[in-house]
């Protein structure tokens, strides 16, 4: 997820929808998904998703939930899976899924001692994961709505952030500040959000704080990623004033007499990642929605009524874009 204090150092804007209007945005399929997959578990009665073989499928009532705010605003998403981990994230993956246990633990004594359903619903949705089964399926069911996806070779953010230096979408699509190490020019934020999104500017940040976008790599190490800890002490403010000051990474570490281990191969990460060019896709959306409702309402068990309206606003939003465009 990146560290969250890249955002004391971000230029972020609001804007409307109306601004995005006409725009494709590549889209970090996990995070969207997952964000999506917990406010289902949480705000959804548990019978509603999971199927009479006991499997559970939130993902498709909150993927059905969640089309319609970009199809509204003539937003076309492309949707970025995730390929390989790399292996420097590793212990990050493993953290997770130490406290994704710790939480389970905490919903089986909540269950046990009789805790309210606002609590265990709250429990449940943080014990959420993406099941090989939940990929699957929202794959699918995108199929199915004629919605673009993209298999990225590694993360799905960096080629969503290569797509978008590339010009081959306008946005990179993220909640995750890490999109502006890797080098999208710009970033939609707040996707899965009640109110209007965020637009991260990576130009306008590198202006800012007079850096590079090497040095901006460099001072996010300093602070911490998802691929190593911060040097103790180090904030924000603090390593844009060291890189100002010695220039990169190496010499800082030689002038404070501090040490990131990998950082050569940490900054790699950000600046030349593995991504694919053979990203391709048609924004033009025709969705199937009669084998999109079966599909998630017969085959997968979900009831009608709790997704049938979010199947109404996406054909609504296709038809009203389509006339838009010949108008």
């Not at 406010?39 to 509603?48: H, I, Y």
């Amino acid at each position: 997820m990146g560290n969250a204090d890249l955002r004391q150092l971000a230029v972020i804007e609001d804007v409307s929808f109306d601004d995005l209007e006409g725009s494709v945005v590549a889209v970090d399929a996990h995070n969207w998904l997952y964000r999506y997959l917990t406010t289902t578990v949480k705000f959804t009665r548990t019978g509603a998703y999971t199927t009479s073989a006991g499997e559970e499928v939130a993902n498709l009532v909150g993927t059905v939930q969640g089309l319609p705010k970009f199809l509204e605003h003539d937003v076309t998403p492309v949707f970025v899976f995730d390929g390989g981990t790399t292996e420097l994230k590793e212990d990050e993956v493993a953290e997770r899924r130490e406290q994704r246990d710790r939480y389970e633990d905490d919903l089986e004594a909540a269950r046990e001692e009789g805790a309210d359903a606002a609590t265990i619903a709250t429990l449940e949705s943080r014990t959420q994961r993406l099941t090989e089964t939940i990929r699957r399926t929202t794959r699918e069911l995108l199929e199915l709505l004629d919605v673009p996806v993209v298999e990225a070779p590694a993360e799905g953010e960096a080629q969503a952030a290569y797509m978008a230096r590339q010009g081959t979408v306008d946005h990179a699509g993220t909640e995750d500040y890490d999109s502006l190490l890797l080098g999208a020019p710009y970033t939609v934020r707040q996707l899965t959000s009640k109110g209007d999104p965020e637009l991260m500017d990576f130009e306008a940040t590198l202006e800012e704080h007079d850096l590079s976008w090497e040095q901006l790599v460099d001072a996010a190490i300093l602070m911490g990623t998802d691929f190593n800890e911060g040097v103790a002490g180090i904030g924000p403010k603090t390593a844009v004033k060291y890189l100002r000051e010695h220039g990169d990474l190496w010499t800082v570490f030689e002038a404070e007499d501090c040490y990131v281990e990998n950082a050569d191969a940490i900054r790699t990460l950000f600046l030349d990642p593995d991504v694919t060019d053979e990203a391709e896709f048609d924004t033009d959306i025709d969705p199937d929605l009669e084998a999109a409702r079966a599909f998630v309402c017969e085959e997968w068990e979900v009831p009608a009524d709790e997704v049938e309206r979010g199947f109404e606003r996406i054909e609504e939003a296709v038809t009203q874009t389509g006339l838009d465009r010949w108008t």
